[in-house]
């Protein structure tokens, strides 16, 4: 079967977390934690085609990121022991939108976007709880891209609860800088204590984010973009960070403040989703080619 002819794009979108409690530490040093995760219609786009070369490509490389370092090679060669069509590799273009270590979880949904992808093309026929499961391996928050849906998550980020949210529109600020989630994770003064609450508080809770002291401590650039935007509304963080969010009720507020944002910091305006855009455009491809998956 070779499915080149029909070259598989799937967008890979972007999460906020709406709230981040951490719970406590575990012995491996990880962190249990609990958050909201929201996925967004704010998306990296991946195309897929299988060549009959065995091999696995990238197109265009990330700078400064060796290719065998890339979570989307990674998560092809997790894959290949499943792989039912021995012969076939894949090309992959990636045609990249999403910051970088900025919180919004763009190199795992890419892990987890590339999962799917090849779980349809290679035939692995992989059921989801699986491929979560791989792609634990490479993050933690790779499993809620995976599973597709917005969630209430404990543990590392891998126990979820898939939840119906309100889908308001985001406006959404990087900072010039990058924070590092080990350095946040190891600090002594992070909150590593809150009470672990109920999934029934979880929706209506106001968006404490236990990493933000620490990371403003940290990040003198947070911290300026930070109080700019809380000029502006209830400005919250995203994972560990650098970007920062507000939210809005309709996408014209959004825009207005966004074009009155300064110009240093790159922002961006989405809208939440419950379902993920990359299993929408997945069945979508699985319905027009079915003729030839049944081969
Ligand atoms: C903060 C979140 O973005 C929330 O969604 C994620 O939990 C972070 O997940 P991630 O970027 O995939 O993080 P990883 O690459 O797995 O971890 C980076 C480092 O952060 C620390 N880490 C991470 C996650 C966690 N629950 N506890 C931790 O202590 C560990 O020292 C780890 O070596
Ligand atoms: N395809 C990829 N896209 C982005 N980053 C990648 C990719 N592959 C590997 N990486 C590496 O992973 C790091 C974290 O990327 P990512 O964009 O997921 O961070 P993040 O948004 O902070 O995620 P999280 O919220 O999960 O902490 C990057 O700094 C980069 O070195």
Known sequence: MDYSVTPMKLPSPAKLNLFLHITGQRSDGYHD????????????????????????????????LATTDNLIFKAANL??????????????????????????????????????????????DLPLSKLAEIGLNLGADVPVFVMGKSAFAEGVGEQL???????????????????????????????????????????????????????????PDVNEAYLWLKNHGDAKLTGTGACLFLTFDNQQDAERLRASTP?????????????????????????????????
């Open 33 to 64: 934690l609990q958050t909201l995760f929201q996925l967004t219609d704010l998306c990296d786009t991946l195309s897929f085609s299988t060549n009959q070369q065995n091999r696995i490509t990238i197109t265009p490389e990330i700078a400064s």
């Open 79 to 124: 894959l290949l022991p499943y792989r039912q069509n021995d012969s076939h590799g894949v090309d992959i273009v990636l045609e990249k939108q999403l910051p970088m270590g900025g919180g919004i979880g763009g190199g795992s949904s890419n892990a987890a976007t590339t999962l799917l992808a090849l779980n349809t093309l290679w035939q692995c």
């Open 263 to 295: 110009d240093k910091w790159q922002t961006w305006v989405c809208q939440g989703c419950n379902l993920s855009p990359t299993h929408i455009a997945l069945n979508q491809w699985i319905e027009k080619n079915k003729g030839l998956l049944a081969h």
């Open 161 to 219: 609860q898939p939840v119906e949210l309100d889908t308001p529109y985001f406006l959404i600020l990087k900072p010039n800088c990058h924070v590092s989630t080990g350095q946040i994770f190891t600090d002594k003064h992070l909150t590593r204590d809150t009470p672990p609450i109920k999934i029934s508080h979880a929706l209506s809770l106001g968006g404490r984010n236990d990493c933000l002291d620490v990371v403003l401590k940290h990040n």
